[in-house]
């Protein structure tokens, strides 16, 4: 007997092998019959066929794709991570914050704590800290480190919108910007919650200009967006932040080629 899951997953691979293959076309006709099998959307059709330059750019990768992507890799996600593609965001935010706006802070929120790599790299210039990622099991991962006050489960931009607690004076999202583009709700979310003088520190991606044109975030060849640094500044001003710091990094490596990004601080105002 077939199963609705057996259809959805044929239909994936269907949709998966055609956009490998190059058949773009094609491709996009599978994924939107994936998206009508499951409107949800746990394959992440609507960022792959954004990444082939087909179909409306969306304001955020779907919650359902991102927690599905992150549960399956928890086990094996710091040696993917760290070890294969090099990354060390949340090393280079501890670095820009000692160079820039030391601390220490009576309280630290993580956005997408991921394992907790970014609350290991800040343990020291903290006291009280708060996790949350849509993955419950990067959630448990997270709580083996003993360093988290607090871990929930839930979505980062819903967290900041509708949570009701004492606010907080650093706020880290080291790996959250690649999974949404318009960043007008996180941000606004973020200074909502924000002690005053409060700093926000996030990493983004990027592309060539002669690639994003006059696009302030587009999805990237790799299914992550990527933001331009001018419209990062513009959004965080007019949700009420300063820019401190933005740096040039480099936020992994992608089949050996380095993924630029920026490493940014901003002071709420």
């Known amino acids: 007997m077939i199963t609705p899951d057996d259809k959805l997953a044929d239909a994936y ?7 490998k293959a190059g058949d773009h076309a094609a491709a996009a006709k599978a994924y939107a019959r994936v998206l009508a099998l499951d409107p949800d959307d746990h394959g992440g059709a609507a960022v792959r066929l954004a990444a082939m330059g087909l179909g409306d750019t969306p304001e955020r990768a779907p919650e359902a794709y991102v927690e599905m992507l ?3 890799h928890a086990s094996v996600f710091d040696d993917i991570l ?3 593609l090099g990354y060390h ?3 280079l935010m501890r670095q820009a914050l000692l160079d820039n706006a030391p601390g220490p802070y009576e309280r630290l929120l993580d956005l997408g704590c991921g394992t907790g790599l970014a609350g290991v790299a800040l343990a020291d210039m903290s006291g009280h800290r708060t996790g949350i990622d849509l993955s419950a099991n990067m959630i448990d991962l997270a709580a083996e480190h003993e360093l988290y006050d607090e871990l ?3 979505d980062a931009v819903s967290f900041v919108e509708e949570v009701d607690d004492e606010p907080w004076d650093l706020i880290a999202a080291t790996d959250v910007l690649p999974y949404l583009g318009d960043v007008a709700a996180v941000f606004t979310g973020v200074r909502r919650i924000s002690m005053a003088n409060a700093v926000f520190g ?12 006059a696009r302030d975030f587009m999805v990237g060849p790799h299914q992550r967006f990527v933001h331009k640094l001018t ?5 965080l001003t007019a949700a009420g932040f300063t820019m401190l ?3 040039d990094i480099t936020v992994r490596h992608e089949e050996g080629t380095p993924q630029p990004g920026h490493l940014v601080l901003a002071r709420a105002v």
Do not use: C, R
């Open 82 to 84: 760290v070890d294969q």
């Open 231 to 235: 419209y990062i500044e513009t959004a």
């Open 202 to 213: 996030f990493s983004t991606e990027v592309l060539p200009d002669e690639v994003m044109g």
């Open 245 to 247: 710091h933005a740096s």
């Open 70 to 72: 992150f549960d399956q």
């Open 152 to 154: 929930y489960v839930g």
């Open 89 to 91: 965001v949340p090393l």
């Open 13 to 19: 691979n269907e949709a998966l092998a055609l956009e």
